[in-house]
């Protein structure tokens, strides 16, 4: 994480560096990509502020805490800037989870980095995924000279791939998702 700090009204101790760099190194764990984190600490009077903007992931999280000392105000902050990102971060994933349950979804094959995989791949193919049951993808197997059918089961609602073998029997292979 890049760390910026500006000092206003207080000289700029080493100890507060540290400080301010352990507390978030703690919020690694809600981030998934480097972040930018720039941290203002100000004294006024008895007033002790501490404020934390920080920009990671799609999001721009600022926090901002006054308390008799610095060290709590910059553990305070640090939790508001937590619960945040923790919220952002839960939010994204049920965003995610919620736009894979469309009812026509389209399955795409993309091409790996060249350098991780050892074949080519030499056709992509988008299909559909129709609602049918196992007897409608057999006889769909049939009719179709596929060696493999992609459809979601009626009854669980899951995706399912039929593969027909060498022999014309076939291999189900059921998803959870």
């Known amino acids: 994480m890049k760390t910026t700090l500006t000092f206003r009204n207080t000289g700029g101790e080493d100890w507060f560096k540290q400080v301010v760099d352990e507390r978030l190194g703690k919020l690694q764990k809600y981030l998934d990509h480097p972040a930018e984190a720039h941290v203002v600490l100000s004294v006024e009077k008895f007033r002790h502020v501490a404020e934390i903007s920080l920009s990671a992931d799609g ?83 049939d009719t179709v000279n596929n060696r493999f059918l992609i459809y979601r089961d009626i009854a669980t609602e899951n995706v399912s791939v039929l593969y027909r073998r060498d022999d014309d029997n076939f291999i189900l292979i059921e998803t959870n998702g």
């Not at 910059?74 to 736009?99: F, P, Y």
């Not at 094959?109 to 196992?134: C, F, N």
Request: net charge positive; proline share 2%.
């Open 59 to 141: 999001a721009n999280v600022i926090a901002k805490e006054e308390a008799k000392d610095m060290n709590t105000a910059i553990d305070n902050a640090v939790e508001k800037v937590a619960r945040q990102l923790k919220k952002h971060k839960e939010k994204v994933r049920t965003h995610k989870s919620g736009a894979a349950r469309g009812e026509d979804r389209v399955l795409r094959v993309e091409p790996a980095d060249e350098e991780t995989r050892g074949s080519r791949i030499v056709e992509t193919r988008k299909v559909v995924l129709s609602p049918m049951s196992l007897d409608d993808a057999v006889l769909e197997m």
